[in-house]
Every structure is written in C-alpha cells, then in structure tokens.
C-alpha cells in the first residue's frame, strides 16, 4: 500500500483559505476513493469529505459543505481539499486516506472504513 503524504497545513485567521494536498510521490493512486479526515486534540476523528477517483463523485459533511472543496489529479496523482471561510472550530490535524476497494457513498464518512492513512497535517485557525 502507498502510504500518502499530506501538507498545506498551517496557521491561519477565521475567514481566511487553506489548500491541502495529499501525494505519493512516484507512484500512482489505486484507489476506490481518497478521504480526508481530522482530529481535533481530545475529540473523535471526524470525516470531512470524500471523493471517488474513477468520476470524480464527492461527498462532504455538514459542517464543511459550501465551505470546503474536495478534487483530485490523476495526472499528478494528488488529492486535495480547498478549505475556505475557515472558523476556530475547523483547527486540526488533517489526515488523508485511501480505500482500495468499494465502498457506497454512505458509508465513505467511516474512518474504519479506510486501508492507508497519511501522517496528517495541522492547521490552525486563529487570530
């Protein structure tokens, strides 16, 4: 399995914009669909958005919908997730992940649902 690598993380005021990206360098993404994830310190790992690399087909959570955007490259094999209008509340660490095999649009919000997992990257949100 390709272990992804994510970045882009960082500081950044509310209402302001990030882009993280998610890659594994020299080698290509084989997956069903990619997902990024986050876990704030003392709280559960939430589900943020998925995509599914075959159409491109994407799913987002609540919280995160009209906000955030989730998109991929096969050429560059990259995953990213365009977050704007960022609050304090979105402050995490930001986890890429891949699943190899299907998985219904319903239940791609299910971490353990997911075969390989990045390191994770943290953003920060504050003034």
């Known amino acids: 399995q390709i272990q992804p690598v994510e970045s882009g993380g960082g500081l950044v005021q509310p209402g302001g914009s990030l882009r993280l990206s998610c890659a594994a360098p020299?080698?290509?993404?084989?997956?069903?669909?990619m997902g990024w994830f986050r876990q704030a310190p003392g709280k559960d790992r939430q589900f943020v958005a998925s995509?599914?690399?075959?159409?491109?087909?994407?799913y987002y959570a609540d919280s995160v919908k009209d906000r955030f955007t989730i998109s991929r490259d096969n050429a560059k094999n990259s995953l990213y997730l365009q977050m704007n209008s960022l609050k304090p509340e979105d402050a995490a660490v930001y986890y890429c992940?891949?699943?190899?095999?299907?998985?219904?649009?319903?239940?791609?919000?299910?971490?353990?649902?997911?075969?390989?997992w990045g390191l994770g990257t943290q953003v920060t949100v504050s003034s």
């Open positions: 995509i599914t690399w075959v159409d491109g087909s994407t």
């Open positions: 020299g080698r290509a993404f084989h997956n069903y669909c």
């Open positions: 992940a891949a699943r190899s095999q299907f998985l219904p649009t319903r239940e791609q919000g299910v971490w353990q649902e997911y075969d390989v």
